[in-house]
Nanobody
Framework: QVQVVESGGGLVQPGGSLRLSCATS????????MGWYRQAPGKQRELVAD???????NYADSVKGRFTISRDNAKNTVYLQMNSLKPEDTAVYYC???????????????WGQGTQVTVSS
C-alpha cells in the first residue's frame, strides 16, 4: 500500500505565508507526478500546482507568482510554499501522487486526507 500524508496547514492572516508538505511512503517503485489540489466549501476540487519527476511545474493562474511547488525525490516528498495568501485561498488542500506500485508495477493515483488552510484576519 501507498500512504500519502499532508501537513503544514493552519490559520494565517492575509498576506502571510504557509508551507505545506506531503510525504509519500509504502510500496513505491517510482513516483511520477506530484501535485496539490484544493477544495473550498461549495466548490469543485481544483488543481493548484503540480510537478513532474524531472521538475517541470504547472500552476493555476490564481496562484502564479505567489505559490511555489517543489519536490525532494530522495524523500518522496512534495512541498507547496504559499506566500501573499488571500482569503480566497481558504480551502482544504489535498496532495495527489502518481506512483508505480513496487509489487505489482501498476501505475496508481493516490490522494492524501487533506489539510485545512484558512486565511482570515
Amino acid at each position: 500500500q501507498v500512504q500519502v500524508v499532508e501537513s503544514g496547514g493552519g490559520l494565517v492572516q492575509p498576506g502571510g505565508s504557509l508551507r505545506l508538505s506531503c510525504a509519500t511512503s509504502g510500496s513505491i517503485r517510482m513516483l511520477y507526478s506530484m501535485g496539490w489540489y484544493r477544495q473550498a466549501p461549495g466548490k469543485q476540487r481544483e488543481l493548484v500546482a503540480d510537478i513532474s519527476r524531472g521538475g517541470r511545474t504547472n500552476y493555476a493562474d490564481s496562484v502564479k507568482g505567489r505559490f511555489t511547488i517543489s519536490r525532494d525525490n530522495a524523500k518522496n516528498t512534495v512541498y507547496l510554499q504559499m506566500n501573499s495568501l488571500k482569503p480566497e485561498d481558504t480551502a482544504v488542500y489535498y496532495c495527489n501522487v502518481e506512483v508505480m506500485d513496487y509489487y505489482t508495477d501498476l501505475r496508481l493515483d493516490r490522494w492524501g486526507q487533506g489539510t485545512q488552510v484558512t486565511v482570515s484576519s
